[in-house]
C-alpha cells in the first residue's frame, strides 16, 4: 500500500488505521516521491491527495496510467473531491474516491475492495478495471 499526501498528519492517519487492519504502508510526500518510490515498492494499491507539491495527484495518476508497468494498479483518490477532482479524476484513470473528512472505516473499505478487484484478473489477464465511486465523508 502507498499512501501519498503532503500532509503529514494525514498520511500517519491513513497509514495507522490501515496498519491497525494488517496492510503494510510505505508513504510519500508528493506525487514525485511516489513516481519514485512505485517501482521498488510495488504497491497492490496508491491512495492520491489531489492539491500536492511539486507533482499533484492528478498529474501522479497519469503518470502511473501512462507506464505499462504501473498501468493497472487500483488508485484511490482521498481528498476534498470536488466536482473538478472527480471529473478529472475520472479522466485520469483513478479507480475510486473517499472525501475528506472521512471515517477510518470508510478507508479500509475502500481499500480492501481496491485489493480485490486487483486481485481478479480479466480474460485478457490484466486486473478488471473498477468503475469510479465516490464514498461520502
Do not use: W
Not at 494499491?45 to 497519469?62: E, F, H, N, S, Y
Not at 475502500?110 to 486486473?127: A, I, T
Amino acid at each position: 500500500m502507498l499512501v501519498v499526501d503532503d500532509n503529514k498528519v494525514i498520511r500517519h492517519l491513513i497509514r495507522v488505521n490501515l496498519e491497525l487492519e494488517g496492510f503494510e504502508v510505505v508513504t510519500a510526500a508528493d506525487g514525485v516521491e511516489c513516481l519514485d518510490l512505485v517501482h521498488r515498492v510495488h504497491p497492490d494499491v496508491i491512495t492520491l491527495d489531489v492539491v500536492m507539491p511539486r507533482l499533484d495527484g492528478l498529474q501522479t495518476a497519469t503518470s502511473l496510467r501512462s507506464d505499462p508497468r504501473t498501468r493497472h494498479l487500483p488508485v484511490a483518490i482521498i481528498s476534498a473531491c470536488t466536482p473538478y477532482e472527480v471529473d478529472n479524476g475520472v479522466a485520469a484513470g483513478i479507480d475510486a474516491f473517499l472525501a475528506k473528512p472521512f471515517e477510518p472505516t470508510e478507508l479500509v473499505r475502500l481499500v480492501r475492495q481496491l485489493m480485490e478487484r486487483k486481485d481478479q484478473p480479466s480474460l485478457d489477464g490484466r486486473r478488471i478495471a473498477g468503475t469510479a465511486e465516490r464514498a461520502a465523508g
